[in-house]
């Protein structure tokens, strides 16, 4: 891939409070994508289906390509049904352009910071679908941001995600 910038390293840790789609509970999993629709997608990657729980854990790690640096990626929670079609639990959103741009500013500060540094720090808007600030820092030399989404279309809950990123040799970069 010519215009790779590098790889983009999803933990997604839990869900929070998340709508009942079955009799007492739901069998959640997770769809992550891009573009407008789900067909246009660039990628499309998906969770583990945890059984009954309305407070998944899921601490799966996904990777994705990354080459464009406004990317916005979309996920999709859904209940897992066996006889029928599987039923929508919400969805948010977010772009990846501010975890990027901390990146950047690191790479300008290259050295001196301490762990746990606070690089930068998101606001919820309502151009976002964060629930509480989110804060890009330095973690053991990496720079990671963690993110609670608030879950869009649906009654209830949360999502909590990490975002990593990976330089890949021979990458374009940014």
């Not at 909590?160 to 970069?173: A, F, R």
Request: hydrophobic share 40%.
């Amino acid at each position: 891939m010519e215009n790779l910038l590098g790889l983009l390293r999803i933990h997604v840790k839990r869900g929070v409070n998340l709508a009942i789609r079955d009799t007492s509970s739901s069998d959640p999993y997770i769809v992550f994508s891009s573009g407008k629709q789900v067909k246009e997608s660039i990628f499309k990657l998906k969770t583990r289906v945890i059984k009954h729980s309305i407070n998944p854990e899921w601490n799966d790690e996904l990777t994705l390509s990354v080459t464009d640096p406004n990317l916005t990626v979309k996920l999709t929670i859904y209940d897992k049904d066996l006889f029928s079609a599987d039923d929508k639990m919400g969805e948010a959103q977010f772009s990846i352009a501010p975890y990027l741009e901390a990146i950047k500013l690191h790479h300008k500060l290259e050295g001196g910071l301490p762990n746990g540094a606070i690089i930068m720090k998101v606001q919820p808007t309502r151009q976002n679908c964060l629930s509480e600030e989110s804060h890009i820092l330095l973690n053991q030399g990496k720079l990671v941001q963690n993110m609670f989404l608030r879950l869009q279309h649906v009654e209830c809950g949360e999502v909590e995600l990490q975002l990593e990123w990976i330089d890949v040799t021979g990458s374009k970069g940014f």
